[in-house]
């Protein structure tokens, strides 16, 4: 996910230009990457690039406005698409609406209320696709049924190499009893997955947050409970919710494990998107990583996503 928002502008005949411009974002975090002249001009951009939004701008009743905005719609049913109008005769807010646009502004308007509206399309678009299941991060677990193939030293350094890409990232140690991401990252383990557990009441995003620990790249961990007799505070459906919790709240959840196959580890290959198995040359790992890989066939878990 981009952090800044990419519009596209449709600009249909007879629109005052410099009732257009002053209208237009300059900032706000979003980036107007085209203001295209012609609804057929701009249907052929909107073929060759991926804005966040389209934005169609038009002047009275318009009905190769309202087709394009159906076609647009059509196109990408996730993608939000606000008008700008100058007059709004009977009948074509209406119109607008049904078309499948998101929201429409009449104009003159000022920059900043523009981009109020842009920016309310999106976080509806995305609140509907996080409620509907579409907009969670990817989450990898990364496995390995033997110890010491080095599942920790991946998983920490994928977390951090996203991080520094500038993802939101966030590792989840699973090896309950004997967790060493937090040793891995330098991480002091005020807070841990244990204490998560044992604060009772609905977990939800913003509690979530206040139990992860933040390393100097940007990322998040939930450490692992600081003695092995706390694991057992930590129920499976406990960590259900935690990782779909987690992958609202960041592009990438990283699931370190302890080997085998634990119901945590299973709980997690569930809720996972992605499985990463570590293994080594060595025939007794390899031996086991067959095993593992069969395993995951015998959970019905999609080869793609291995
Ligand atoms: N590719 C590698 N090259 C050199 N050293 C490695 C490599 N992979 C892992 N190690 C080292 O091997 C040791 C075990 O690695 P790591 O802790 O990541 O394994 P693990 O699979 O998480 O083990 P466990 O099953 O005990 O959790 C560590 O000291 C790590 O630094
Ligand atoms: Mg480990």
Redesign the pocket.
């Known amino acids: 996910m981009a952090e800044r928002i990419q519009a596209i502008v449709a600009v249909d005949a007879n629109v005052d230009q410099s009732q257009l411009r002053a209208a237009l974002p300059e900032d706000a975090g979003i980036d107007v990457i085209g203001v295209i002249d012609g609804l057929e001009e701009s249907w052929q951009t909107l073929q060759e690039t991926s804005p966040d939004i389209v934005v169609v701008a038009c002047s009275g009743y318009s009905d190769r406005a309202l087709y394009f905005i159906d076609s647009a719609v059509k196109q990408a049913s996730q993608r939000p698409v606000v008008v700008l109008t100058v007059g709004s005769p009977n009948g074509f807010v209406r119109r607008v609406f049904e078309s499948g646009a998101d929201d429409i502004v009449t104009l003159p308007e000022s920059a900043e209320r523009v981009a109020f509206t842009l920016m309310k399309a999106i976080a509806r678009r995305q609140g509907a696709a996080i409620a509907s299941g579409e907009a969670l991060g990817a989450m990898i677990c990364v496995l390995?049924p033997k110890?010491?193939?080095?599942?920790?030293?991946?998983a920490t350094n994928l977390v951090v190499a996203l991080a520094a890409r500038g993802e939101r990232a966030i590792i989840v140690d699973l090896?309950l009893q004997?967790g060493?991401v937090g040793l891995a990252l330098g991480l002091r383990p005020d807070k841990t997955v244990y204490d998560l557990a044992r604060s009772g009441g609905s977990l939800d995003a913003e509690k979530l947050d206040a139990y992860l620990v933040s390393h100097s790249s940007g990322a998040k961990a939930l450490l692992a409970p600081t003695r092995p007799d706390q694991a057992s505070a930590v129920s499976v459906d406990f960590l259900r919710d935690v990782f779909t919790t987690l992958r609202t709240m960041s592009e990438f959840v990283i699931v370190?494990t302890?080997?085998g196959f634990t119901p945590e580890v299973i709980a997690a290959i569930d809720s996972s998107s992605h499985t990463c198995m570590?293994g080594m040359l060595d025939s007794l790992s390899l031996k086991n990583t067959k095993l593992g890989l069969e395993t995951l066939d015998l959970m019905g878990y999609d080869p793609a996503r291995i």
């Open positions: 390995g110890e010491g193939t080095g599942k920790t030293l991946t090896d004997f060493d370190d302890p080997p570590v």
